[in-house]
Antibody
């Protein structure tokens, strides 16, 4: 069964940084683009960023462009999201998902809380 | 940016009855490669979203055939022919034709 497991969430201060990781042990990660989607508590889904299979192409939502960086290490089967200059509005569950244009499967999510 | 508008935002359905959700896009989702980049996801309570329908009308692996996606251009519909208790959750449409992907607001399906 294909599984994705996020980690790295927690509490950060406004202006602080966090790095999320997503482990993909169950499939050949370098065959797929990968993405991050977030969901503020009680709210809808918001796409954050996607990366092509080899990292050659990355795209970002306007809300995070210039502050977040998506990257990957195919050898380690890991996807990352480096989040800098965090704001209160970045508080959300962050899901990693397999795919660049469509997302399946999704991980269980990791909660990021930005608060002073 | 492309805005997806779902209606209704909530619906309550008797088991065995049909349900329909509309998703309207502010721009055509038909790309020059002939594909229409419109997807449907279901998020059950306390779970991660799961892919139901890809490219408008293709049921994803394991999705029951009571789920049907249709539409073209800017107007799309997800229909459930006979709602079951396990269909409860929030349904989202999503577009990925434009490299600022967007989701609809979500439609909450409840059982009467």
């Amino acid at each position: 069964e294909v599984q994705l497991v996020e980690s790295g969430g927690g509490v950060a201060r406004p202006g602080g940084s966090l790095r999320l990781s997503c482990a993909a042990p169950g499939f050949s990660m370098d065959d797929y683009g990968m993405s991050w989607v977030r969901q503020a508590p009680g709210k809808g889904l918001e796409w954050v960023s996607s990366i092509s299979w080899n990292g050659g192409s990355t795209v970002y939502a306007d809300a995070v462009k210039g502050r977040f960086t998506i990257s990957r290490d195919n050898a380690k089967k890991l996807l990352y999201l480096q989040m800098n200059s965090l704001r209160a509005e970045d508080t959300a569950f962050y899901y990693c998902a397999r795919g660049f244009y469509r997302f399946d499967p999704w991980g269980q999510g990791t909660l990021v809380t930005v608060s002073s | 940016d492309i805005v997806l508008t779902q209606t209704p935002l909530s619906l309550s359905v008797t088991p065995g009855q049909p349900a329909s959700i509309s998703c309207k896009s502010s721009q055509s989702l038909l790309y020059s490669d002939g594909k229409t980049y419109l997807y449907w996801y279901l998020q059950k309570t306390g779970q991660s979203p799961q892919l139901l329908i890809h490219e408008v009308s293709n049921r994803f692996s394991g999705v029951p055939d009571r789920f049907t996606g249709s539409g073209s251009g800017t107007q799309f519909t997800l229909k459930i022919s006979r709602v079951e208790a396990e269909d409860v959750g929030v349904y989202y449409c999503m577009q990925s034709i434009q490299l600022r992907y967007s989701f609809g607001q979500g439609t909450k399906l409840e059982i009467k």
